[in-house]
């Protein structure tokens, strides 16, 4: 007797999404592997961008079912308290949070450190004047701070 197609496919999706995750593997969760993240900040707010690869038979499945299983987990990995999802694809996201830096007036913001869900292969992040990079990052270990427009 046959299996129907609908149902291995859910019984992938159940599978691809209990499945654990493998300890040498800190920049996965599930399904998807990050790649990158990069954040710009805009006065006190923050347009974050990830890069990221779905295994194979994936994209077939989130096109069939959607995308939120797919936004909660890059969510995670972002954590990020109030994260406003704005395109959401197959291999790149972009998302705002609004106020991720301390607004202390007269266009002085403060960015604190900040930890992540996940292991970043690559981390990005850019404000007027200021620029870091690190490289298998669970954090941006350290604070700064910019001069940029009031939101």
Not at 22 to 37: E, H, K, M
Not at 85 to 111: C, P
Not at 133 to 149: Q, V
Request: hydrophobic share 45%.
């Amino acid at each position: 007797m046959r299996c129907p197609v609908p149902v291995l496919v859910l019984l992938l999706l159940l599978a691809a999404l209990v499945l654990p995750v493998s300890a040498a593997d800190t920049n996965r969760i599930g399904y998807l592997s990050l790649d990158g993240v990069s954040i710009e900040l805009q006065g006190p707010d923050a347009r974050i961008e990830v890069d990221y690869a779905l295994d194979p038979g994936m994209d077939m499945i989130i096109l069939l079912f959607g995308k939120s299983d797919l936004q909660r987990k890059l969510e995670k990995a972002l954590n990020f308290p109030s994260l406003r999802a704005g395109e959401v694809g197959l291999t790149h996201a972009v998302f705002t949070e609004i106020h991720a830096a301390e607004n202390y007036g007269e266009r002085a913001f403060w960015f604190p450190p900040h930890r992540f869900g996940i292991t970043f292969p690559r981390v990005r992040v850019e404000a007027p004047g200021y620029s870091l990079s690190f490289t298998d990052a669970r954090s941006i270990p350290r604070g700064f701070g910019y001069f940029g427009a009031d939101s």
